[in-house]
Structures are given as C-alpha cells and as structure tokens.
C-alpha cells in the first residue's frame, strides 16, 4: 500500500523551525551555501517541500517518516521508521532520486546519517537504508544492517543483485524484493546507535572492461577500522542504464525496529 508522505506544512517549516532552534531566518541552507552548488542533487530538508523534489515514495507494513527538526543540521532532517518484524516480514519507508536524463558513468553519494534506538540499546535490525539501481538492464546494490547471535556486532553489508527490481519495494512498484536477498558482501562495523556519521558511497564501472563491472566503496568518515570495496559483476553497471538512488528503512524478518535519519545528501553522476 502507498501511502502519502507525513510532511510538515511546507510554508512554515522553515521559519516555524528557525525561531524554535534559533536559527536565524537568513541563515543558508546546507543546499543554499555556494559550496553546495552543482550537484545533480542535493537535499537538507530544509526549503519547500522535500517529496516536490523525489521521483518515488513508498510506504508499507507500518513504516512511518517525517520530516523533522534536526540537532545535524537545523531546521530539518528526514525520519524513516519501520517497526519490528517475524520471519517473513517486511516494512518499508523510502524514496528514490532517479536521474532519466542520465546515463550510469557512476555516482558519488554523501549524507549524514544516524540509526536511533530507543533507551541507547544496540542496533537489532536487519534491513536495508540505501539503494543503488541501474535501470533499464543493470543491477541493483542494496546497503543494509545486518545484526544477531551470528554476529558480534552490528555490520555494514551489501547485497548485490543480477535484476534492477530485486533490492526493494522501492525498485519494483510496492511488490516484491528485498534488502537483505542476493549475493552479500561483509563491507564493515556499523557505526554506533544514535551517532551522527558521514557515508561516502562512490560507484564506479570499469571503464577497462565496458562490461557492466565495477566496484563499490563505502567509507564512514572518522570511524576506526577498514571497509571492505565490493568488487561488482559484469552486468550489473550497464553504460546505456539510469542512475536511480533510494534512501530507505526497510526490515525483513526476523528483526528488530529499524530508525534511520538523514541529513545533508548529496548525490553526483560521476565515479569518483
């Protein structure tokens, strides 16, 4: 079931937010700085309304999001929520970005990001919060939290697959796949419950082989420890294909509740 977006009013979030957290009203948005200019896009959810800006939103199975205020970067940040679930279950809130204008020559991604539990217990998910497709013949990369009895703490993992639509229900129209499905490569320790963290996402094909090949690499900046780049198969960065990008918190069961916020997002068509 689609369900619509739990915006804010869209006049009055940026002053009602501003005076709130005093924030003066001419201060620039994180988009607005001159620094920020240029991206394919960019995205503080601070001006106007945030969906205005989005190709596609889903929302199932009790997953909530809202737009709120944010202690990263005032006024605002995205909250996506999707509650516990048994085996054989899911819940989806999410987005995508899809650049129809575009070709895949690559993506560089960068947000602030926080996974917030309750009480300051550990990350009990498992699920997905961000998606890479190639449409129109590639592949689909799907970033999700991995954590249980198996593991001895929260990890970062990838989930590759051969179709564009297998990542999600943000991928293939409310019905059907999954975060936590395909070929999964281990990339590194989740970062700690409640911390704000900077990701850096760059996915670049190899232009050697022209054959859809590629790699992947994640990075939290400042986190101790190394993260494993994912080596990508032949087929799954397909040149002729659209880039389209999803930021999302989506479980599969069994897991515990998954609650992602975003900030600062900044998304560029290129492999570096």
């Not at 709130?20 to 001159?34: E, H, K, M, R, Y």
Request: hydrophobic share 40%; proline share 8%; charged share 10%.
């Amino acid at each position: 079931m689609r369900l619509a977006w739990m915006l804010l009013a869209a006049a009055g979030i940026g002053a009602g937010c501003a005076s709130v957290l005093a924030i003066p009203n001419d201060t620039p948005s994180f988009c607005g700085q001159p620094a920020n200019q240029g991206h394919a896009y960019c995205e503080d959810f601070d001006v106007g309304d945030p969906a205005s800006r989005w190709t596609f939103a889903e929302g199932t199975n009790g997953a909530t999001y809202v737009v709120a205020p944010s202690d990263r970067s005032p006024p605002n940040l995205l909250d996506m929520s999707a509650p516990m679930v048994p085996d054989g279950g899911t819940a989806l809130a999410g987005f995508t970005k899809e650049f129809d204008d575009s070709t895949f020559v690559g993506l560089h991604i960068e947000a602030d990001i926080r996974f917030v539990t309750q009480g300051g217990a550990p990350i009990t998910a498992n699920g997905g919060f961000l998606l890479i497709v190639d449409k129109n013949g590639g592949g689909c990369i799907g970033l999700g939290v991995a954590s249980g009895p198996h593991l001895p703490q929260p990890m970062i993992g990838a989930y590759l697959f051969a179709q564009g639509g297998g990542c999600s229900a943000l991928t293939s129209g409310g019905g059907g796949g999954t975060a936590m499905g395909g070929l999964m490569n281990q990339v590194g320790s989740a970062p700690a419950a409640n911390t704000w963290s900077h990701i850096v996402v760059i996915v670049t094909p190899d232009p050697s082989r022209n054959d859809g090949s590629g790699k992947l690499t994640f990075n939290i900046e400042g986190q101790p420890g190394a993260f494993m780049p994912v080596p990508l198969l032949a087929g799954t960065l397909v040149g002729s294909g659209i880039p389209l990008v999803g930021f999302a918190s989506e479980v599969n069961g069994p897991s515990g509740p998954l609650e992602v916020q975003f900030d600062n997002i900044t998304i560029d068509l290129s492999g570096s």
